[in-house]
């Protein structure tokens, strides 16, 4: 198994609903990542995960939460979303690797994504 | 703060020419360097890397050259095809670190 999955493709949801996005990888990656990405933009990164442990939250506003509940899943928990929160949200995920004696990342290997509309 | 960018949004390329790809950086701390070709609606995928102890990295087609003194790597797409027709992420990570940063992306126009 080579790939990373993601569901649901698509979600459109309301500002006041509950919803979750979820990922998974049977690579034995340890490090995963959840990314948002509006047309024409880059990747931004949101939050990484590494040995299952919140390392990078780059000031994610809270109605955002990551979980990750063991190496091979990480979910995206939404709560209270605004409309500018429509957007394709990226999943990816990584194998470790010692550069200069530092843990380091090799590529990432990103998912489908999920297709999220917040009406 | 854009670390990595991509100056140039489009390029558009005759089928069997070269496609040039380029992207500069500005933090020297980047020691890893990737290649990412996206469609529209799909994720990112990984097409080629560089380590910054080399100056070329081959494979196929797709060559990847680093220049560390300028902070300058290009991608070559040899002969190029209308299949290669995608936006081109260039990305940049720093050792000791599990981030990843993205240029804006080139849309790569390759026609028939």
């Known amino acids: 198994d080579t790939e990373v999955t993601q569901t649901p493709k698509h979600l459109v949801m309301g500002m006041t609903n509950k919803k979750s996005l979820k990922c998974e990888q049977h690579m034995g990656h340890r490090a995963m990542y959840w990314y948002k990405q509006k047309a024409k933009k880059p990747p931004e990164l949101m939050f990484v995960y590494s040995y299952e442990k919140l390392s990078i939250n780059e000031s994610v506003p809270s109605r955002f939460s990551p979980e990750c509940p063991n190496s091979s899943l990480l979910n995206l928990h939404l709560h209270a979303l605004q409309p500018e929160d429509s957007a394709l949200y990226l999943c990816?995920?990584?194998?470790?690797?010692?550069?200069?004696?530092?843990?380091?990342?090799?590529?990432?290997?990103f998912g489908p994504g999920t297709r999220l509309t917040v009406l | 703060d854009q670390q990595v960018k991509q100056n140039s949004p489009s390029l558009s390329v005759q089928e069997g020419r070269i496609s040039i790809l380029n992207c500069d950086y500005t933090?020297?701390?980047?020691?890893?360097f990737l290649w990412y070709k996206k469609y529209p609606a799909e994720g990112p995928t990984f097409l080629i890397s560089i380590s910054s102890i080399k100056d070329k990295n081959e494979d196929g087609r797709f060559t990847v050259f680093l220049n560390k003194s300028a902070k300058h790597l290009s991608l070559h797409i040899v002969p190029s095809q209308p299949g290669d027709s995608a936006v081109y992420f260039c990305?940049?990570?720093?050792?000791?670190?599990?981030?990843?940063?993205f240029g804006a992306g080139t849309r790569l126009t390759v026609k028939p």
């Open positions: 990305a940049a990570s720093e050792v000791g670190n599990n981030d990843m940063r």
């Open positions: 990816a995920s990584s194998l470790p690797r010692l550069a200069g004696g530092l843990l380091s990342y090799n590529e990432q290997f």
């Open positions: 933090n020297s701390m980047f020691d890893y």
